[in-house]
């Protein structure tokens, strides 16, 4: 606290400071007893803890130029944000909240890396304040990777793009569309020298949001960039400025890693060892698919949901012996009354009709209550 420079010119001013000086202390008792005093920080990789359970840093890494963050009790605000970098490149940091570790930083208490086939639910929630006079994303990080690391860089990163001001874009290409958490997405998929990246890119932007992490690994999963085998290490919501991003704000953030399965071996949630025959029937513009699960495991599958990516273009119209949803993008496949149960080495049979645009391709992975499919 840096101290004032008052200067006393007369009796009453000195009893002025005095009184001053009183309400201050008491002021000051006051915020000790209960209130948050605002941390700030402008050191280049630095970090506070804030509700004893989360880590939020600074993070600076792509300029050299000053970046400071004012740390409240539930989140912060870019206070001071210099410099600017090219928008077709790497943003010049990541000021973010998160819980699990980060380069052998780990949040307090934190039950990460837990392994994705352990956790039945990952509940999150997070609140963004937005400027307009910036180019930036504000983006919410999952990462996987095969070992439970809790230093240097993982396998395959998730990114949730919850808003976009300016010419920037995520890693790589556009790969379609998918639903995922009741919400549509436009996905993305590259890699950045380091990582393999996912990102799902909200249309508009999303202000605050409640949703389970797992739908996003699941994707991951099916997607061919993990496996179920794999472990969580953190999640983290902040921002990537590349120009300017004074005022941004997270006003809230929240992470619970629940395990345990939820239900029976081999039930939804749990894991199930699976191989996936996709036979097509095709014609100009429209096909049919035949699907057979078969049950690779020693255990009963006791309900079962097949996930997996329809090609950008096409779209289911019908479908039969599964209830199969949406009609396009991210797709799964759940079971009806007379086929709940797939005995160890048993099969269950389902398909669905569709139009389509463009050259037609299959589904490149499937995934069985969230563990990734062979595929015959």
């Avoid at 009790?73 to 600017?84: C, K, L, N, P, Y």
């Avoid at 057979?292 to 006791?302: D, E, I």
């Avoid at 049979?349 to 499919?373: H, R, V, W």
């Amino acid at each position: 606290m840096r101290p004032s420079r008052h200067h006393a010119r007369s009796a009453r001013g000195m009893l002025g400071a005095l009184l001053t000086s009183l309400l201050s202390l008491a002021a000051l008792l006051t915020t000790a007893s209960g209130a948050h005093a605002d941390t700030t920080i402008c050191e280049q990789f630095g970090s506070t803890t804030v509700q004893g359970r989360y880590v939020v840093q600074n993070n600076r890494w792509g300029t050299s130029a000053t970046q400071c963050i004012s740390v409240t009790g539930s989140g912060f605000r870019i206070t001071q944000a210099d410099g600017s970098v090219p928008t077709n490149g790497a943003p010049k940091s990541y000021p973010s909240v998160y819980n699990g570790c980060h380069y052998t930083n780990c949040s307090p208490g934190t039950d990460l890396p837990a392994q994705l086939s352990s956790i039945s639910s990952a509940p999150t929630s997070t609140s963004y304040s937005y400027v307009n006079d910036a180019a930036y994303d504000a983006a919410y990080d999952i990462w996987l990777d095969p070992t439970p690391r809790t230093d240097g860089v993982n396998r395959t990163e998730i990114m949730i793009w919850f808003n976009r001001v300016g010419s920037v874009q995520p890693v790589g290409s556009p790969v379609g569309t998918a639903t995922v958490g009741g919400r549509e997405w436009q996905v993305w998929s590259g890699n950045n020298g380091s990582n393999d990246v996912l990102s799902f890119v909200a249309p508009s932007a999303i202000s605050s949001w409640n949703f389970d992490v797992m739908d996003f690994a699941r994707q991951a999963v099916s997607r061919g960039l993990a496996q179920n085998n794999w472990y969580l290490t953190s999640v983290q919501a902040g921002f990537e400025p590349w120009q300017n991003g004074t005022g941004l704000a997270l006003t809230s953030f929240s992470s619970t890693v629940n395990k345990g399965s939820s239900g029976d071996p081999g039930g939804p949630g749990g894991s199930a060892a699976c191989k996936v025959a996709y036979s097509t029937n095709v014609w100009q513009g429209g096909f049919t698919a035949d699907v057979t699960v078969t049950n690779t495991g020693s255990a009963t599958v006791n309900g079962w949901k097949l996930v997996f990516t329809l090609p950008s273009g096409q779209q289911i119209t019908s479908a039969w012996n599964a209830n199969v949803s949406p009609s396009s993008g991210a797709v799964t496949a759940s079971n009806v009354g007379h086929n709940e149960q797939i005995t160890a080495g048993g099969q269950a049979s389902f398909g669905f009709q569709g139009t389509y645009g463009g050259t037609f391709a299959k589904p490149a992975g499937f995934s069985l209550n969230g563990t990734a499919c062979t595929t015959a």
